[in-house]
């Protein structure tokens, strides 16, 4: 009928794969150049300039009163709710105060990030250094490749002689660019340069600083820059601390925002973010995901929360220099999750860490009658093996993701991370690729999607409760099967119209709180794609209200 048609087009419409103060200016030396963009640029700059000034004025006017900033001997400098705060109300909104490619990224354009083939490089004419294209549109702007970059770089060229020593000097692009913001932008200056950098604690470690010696300090020297060393240094550990990565579509950058660097790590975040790549000054936007209340700390998480506690700890530890004890942290079973448990080779039972803040505590069944131990040593080896067995898969096997699941579901507990990491993959794969189209699943395998996607909103609605990227995905896959054996069954008249009505019911629910959550997303963003087809959906299902009438 012409409903599943509908339906049938929208998902395969959807198939797609896999995330002040102003300072005198000192006298110029080599390569201190102010921020003179080229002709274009000057013209669009200066409105450009203007809107994100009335822009920030008026955020910072609307928000003003949504939080505050406090100081603890323990977390620095923090932020709390200021009043009540709905989920999905904006907390900060800011433009980056610099943008540039990620340390050790691949071979990107420094104008729109995107990856490039070593065959098809388009070079600056400026100053002969990696774009996209001639047309690329970040070329002429702070946010990209500025033309105060290229006057920097064009006594600098690199070598396309040696694609990977021209790969290692991409360490040094975003430290550079932060860098020339002293004469051309002092005012963004200011902000990068009032982060928090970490210096002696970095300074301790064996491997950054001399990391950021080599990559950074000495490669700027080595292209004719007089920067100071410490500083060099500190803008590497600004970046380290403070910077989020950005883009999407392949792109791979990071960026710093004034206020949202401030918010406080927690492994249950409680806000979510997203960048306008596309928008002017690339401004970063944090929404309340759940309700706040006055006083109630804001947070975000600064490793992935599809992790288990070690890998999460083990990533703020070595890349945010500090412990993380928050109460999934703190809790063996991760808050309910056992996002980090094993199965005991014994009786079946969970097996969880003794201490999970001392990551050499032995680990333990659950069970009282059981005296199986692991050792942390034997917990890291065995994470290691499978881990790299998991990335070994294809992105689009979803076959092979089912034998990694069948392979060790007496190993790992069914919510271990390396277990939810292959669900989510197959949530989007069951429906949107070939051999797997939804229309042609068989009634096993759309079950099997919804299991999958009811076993992962579960676990979803905990590390990531609220307003998440996570839930308002997992919302839409798991609408796509439920349409598809409602319309089956109501084909071959298997169902009531009661029956029909409370599914149909159920499938407007989960829509319409997958077009909430998705609209945050840049519209052009595979999540902003999917709440339109979200939209789309719905206004497809209210041809059932001829047949059965009203659903809500």
Not at 234 to 261: K, M
Not at 278 to 301: E, I, K, N, Y
Not at 509 to 525: C, G, H
Request: hydrophobic share 35%.
């Amino acid at each position: 009928m012409q409903l599943a048609k509908e339906q049938r087009e929208t998902n395969s419409n959807l198939n797609m794969n896999k995330k002040s103060h102003k300072k005198k200016h000192k006298k110029r030396g080599k390569h201190e150049v102010r921020n003179k963009e080229n002709v274009i640029e000057e013209v669009l700059d200066v409105e450009v300039k203007e809107n994100e000034k009335d822009s920030a004025e008026s955020e910072k006017e609307k928000h003003k009163q949504c939080y505050e900033i406090k100081h603890s001997d323990v977390m620095g400098r923090y932020v709390v709710a200021s009043r009540d705060i709905k989920p999905g109300e904006v907390i900060v909104e800011a433009p980056a105060l610099a943008v540039g490619p990620c340390s050790g990224c691949g071979l990107i354009c420094l104008g729109c990030y995107r990856e490039l083939e070593e065959s098809n490089i388009y070079k600056c004419t400026g100053c002969n250094w990696p774009l996209c294209s001639k047309s690329c549109p970040g070329v002429g702007y702070y946010t990209g490749h500025s033309s105060y970059e290229c006057e920097a770089l064009k006594d600098s060229s690199p070598s396309y002689a040696n694609i990977e020593e021209l790969k290692e000097c991409y360490h040094a692009l975003m430290p550079l660019r932060c860098l020339l913001l002293k004469t051309a932008d002092p005012e963004k200056w200011e902000g990068v340069i009032a982060m928090e950098a970490h210096n002696e604690l970095r300074k301790s470690r064996g491997d950054i600083w001399p990391a950021n010696e080599r990559n950074v300090v000495q490669r700027l020297k080595s292209w004719g820059f007089k920067f100071d060393d410490v500083e060099i240094h500190t803008v590497c550990g600004i970046l380290e601390v403070n910077a989020f990565e950005v883009g999407g579509n392949g792109a791979n950058a990071r960026a710093l925002y004034d206020g949202a660097f401030l918010l406080a790590h927690d492994c249950t975040p409680s806000t979510t973010h997203t960048d306008a790549e596309r928008a002017p000054g690339r401004p970063l936007t944090v929404r309340a995901s759940v309700a706040h209340r006055a006083g109630d700390l804001v947070s975000l998480c600064y490793a992935y929360t599809l992790q288990g506690t070690l890998k999460r700890r083990e990533h703020i530890r070595l890349s945010k220099f500090f412990e993380c004890r928050c109460r999934r942290c703190s809790d063996p079973s991760e808050l309910g999750t056992f996002a980090s448990a094993f199965r005991c080779p014994r009786c079946s039972g969970r097996i969880l860490s003794t201490a999970p803040l001392e990551p050499t505590a032995p680990w333990r069944c659950l069970d009282i009658a059981c005296t199986y131990t692991m050792t942390a040593g034997g917990v890291q080896a065995m994470l290691k093996r499978l881990t790299e067995e998991l990335e070994q898969i294809d992105a689009n096997d979803v076959e092979g993701f089912e034998k990694f699941l069948h392979k060790y579901r007496n190993v790992l507990h069914d919510n271990h991370y390396l277990c939810l990491s292959a669900l989510h993959s197959l949530s989007q794969l069951y429906g949107k690729i070939s051999g797997f189209m939804i229309h042609e699943m068989p009634e096993s395998q759309l079950h099997r999607k919804i299991e999958i996607c009811r076993d992962l909103m579960k676990v979803f609605d905990v590390i990531e409760p609220g307003y998440s990227r996570l839930r308002g995905i997992t919302l839409y896959e798991l609408h796509a099967p439920l349409m598809v054996l409602t319309t089956r069954d109501f084909e071959k008249k298997a169902i009531t119209k009661e029956n029909l009505r409370t599914r149909l019911k159920e499938i407007v629910s989960y829509l319409t709180e997958s077009a909430l959550i998705l609209d945050f997303e840049p519209k052009q963003s595979p999540e902003g794609l999917m709440a339109t087809a979200a939209r789309d959906a719905l206004d497809k299902i209210k041809t059932w209200e001829q047949i059965i009438g009203k659903i809500s």
